[in-house]
């Protein structure tokens, strides 16, 4: 029996602009305390995946679902928009950048050498 797993994240290029990432799914939960509940487990797990070093090779987008979609509790469920939203937030906070490597886009962590030397 194979399983398969569908990406909803797609990356639409426009005229030599940067690629923006869509992807569809069903509407936010309304209730607000699963959501931030949900948001909080996937920022732990991702912060533990950082401290651990998962990311220093590259992490692609499915990898990372795979890894913070399970959660242990029967009414918590996590969606692609909560690890899009901490993955755009360790971004904003420049943690993290996006790379294309071979046509895949994955997730690196910034260089802090490299951005020290950037400034110096």
Do not use: C
């Not at 923006?20 to 305390?33: C, N, T």
């Not at 399970?70 to 901490?86: A, C, S």
């Amino acid at each position: 029996m194979a399983l398969s797993y569908r990406n909803s994240w797609q990356f639409v290029s426009q005229k030599k602009s940067s690629i923006a990432l869509q992807f569809e799914e069903w509407k936010a939960e309304k209730d607000v305390q699963l959501e931030s509940d949900a948001m909080l487990h996937v920022r732990q797990k991702i912060e533990g995946l950082l401290d651990l070093e998962f990311f220093g090779h590259g992490a692609a987008p499915w990898q990372l679902f795979r890894k913070v979609k399970e959660t242990g509790q029967v009414h918590l469920q996590i969606y692609p928009r909560h690890l899009k939203n901490v993955l755009y937030g360790l971004i904003q906070q420049n943690r993290l950048v996006v790379r294309n490597v071979e046509g895949r886009y994955s997730f690196y962590p910034v260089d802090r050498k490299e951005e020290h030397a950037k400034f110096n």
